[in-house]
DNA sequence: CTATACAGAATTGTCTACAATTGTGTATAC
DNA sequence: GTATACACAATTGTAGACAATTCTGTATAG
């Protein structure tokens, strides 16, 4: 039997989903991961995926390339072929993870303290409505981590969208998102802790009403190295995944 | 007549002179943007490029997605076509770009004042090194803009490097070289302002030594912020490139 | 003279084939 | 039983062809 298959009918090359196939693959892709149905740790076949989502190679690995651009994706650099693995979750990893995402937040913060008092009120509101339906699930105990999870991005996303400029916000885009990957592995233990997280963020909106700048970056880094920390502890207790 | 072509040689492909031609295309590619060669804002076509690196398309669009990745490159977002061009240089972005570099420095500098007062004494023999190299240059009228730049990236560099975790030398990685577009393209103006910045370089210096891991925070993301200043100034004289 | 429609060129997106390299398993020597 | 050599399978890198879309210029209608 012939390794390489003779192409029973020469004709009909499938008809080349132009110019979807590389965003498809691309969120795809990062949805496995994600999602950990591609373990951390774990090695990437660029024909097995290309297969699992019906397309050829090579848009496939363009969209590795992306996502090695945001991390998601490791180089085990041997030699000078490229070995892909899915990017561990590791302490320490995490640890620098957010202490990046706090201080580009940061930043952005800043920015938006500078902006006119009426637009820096317009924010706090919505930030108010976001803390408060945290504030909320928490009593209710109602634990959708999914759910959680959107209405804390939707926090910090506000505060982002309104102080970065485009380059800052494509930097934030592309780190931010690997949050996701802890915080979805370690979900439930994350939750016990969220009313920690709450009152830090009061303290961000007071500070923003306050138009304190320092006070605002401030806070937003000491959110998110609390945050670091008290996943750190829940790490420590279940272990990493994918470092071996 | 077939669809699929009867190659009149079937013969002779070229070697496809493996696992180089990415790197090539790559570091080919970001010399002729960063060397303006490639003028800023205008279009690049693949199979051009291509031809003048003498390869296929295939490394020069993945080199692409990498120069992306970096910012070298902008995707010009049409419908769903990519359309890429020389990212632009415009005070704007030059101002985002050095106050991310700033804040990223600042970080690692945190951490490189964190290390144990023996290394920290090391580090700051090498910046003095470096500076004083600088001062020499300056003294001497001796204005090689490129044998400047390298001695002052290397300073830099020198701190990253030693406060930096993986992931945070990685950031910098991808975004310091892009500094040296807009250094390249205004360099004899900003030599000018040289004796400034090494000004500022002695602060950071001291500030390591005396282990204060603030001032040195400040020190970095000032000496950027005010580099930003005198770029800003000269882009307003020369006018921005690409940028239309 | 201007605006619209259409044809053809230019360019990007994707696919398959092939080349080259690396890793793995098996057989053989010691 | 262990170590080395060799062959072959698995996988990545590159090439070139085709598909589809967008852009450009030109001709024609008003």
Not at 171 to 190: C, D, F, G, T
Request: charged letters at 25%; aromatic letters at 6%; glycine letters at 6%.
């Amino acid at each position: 039997m012939p390794t390489r298959v003779a192409r029973s009918k020469p004709a009909s090359r499938p008809k080349a989903d132009h110019g979807n196939s590389l965003r498809k693959a691309f969120y795809e892709i990062r949805e496995l991961i994600v999602h950990g149905r591609l373990s951390p740790g774990s090695w990437i076949v660029e024909a097995d995926l290309a297969r699992h989502l019906s397309m050829s190679r090579t848009p496939v690995r363009s969209a590795l390339h992306w996502l090695q651009r945001e991390g998601y994706v490791t180089e085990h650099k041997n030699a000078r072929k490229s070995r892909m693995i899915v990017t561990p979750l590791t302490k320490e990893d995490a640890g620098e993870l957010y202490s990046i995402i706090g201080h580009v937040e940061g930043l952005a913060g800043r920015r938006t303290v500078a902006l006119p008092k009426a637009a820096r009120t317009e924010i706090a509101t919505k930030l108010k409505s976001y803390n408060n339906q945290l504030r909320e699930i928490l009593s209710a105990r109602d634990s959708r981590a999914a759910h959680i999870f959107d209405i804390d991005r939707s926090f910090h996303r506000t505060i982002i969208e309104s102080g970065a400029g485009p380059r800052l916000l494509a930097l934030h885009k592309s780190i931010e998102p690997q949050a996701e990957r802890y915080w979805r592995l370690y979900a439930s233990s994350i939750i016990n802790d969220l009313h920690l997280s709450v009152s830090e963020h009061d303290e961000i909106i007071a500070a923003i009403v306050a138009g304190d700048a320092d006070r605002v970056e401030r806070g937003l880094q000491m959110n998110w190295e609390n945050g670091c920390q008290r996943l750190a502890h829940v790490i420590d207790i279940f272990g990493e995944r994918g470092s071996w």
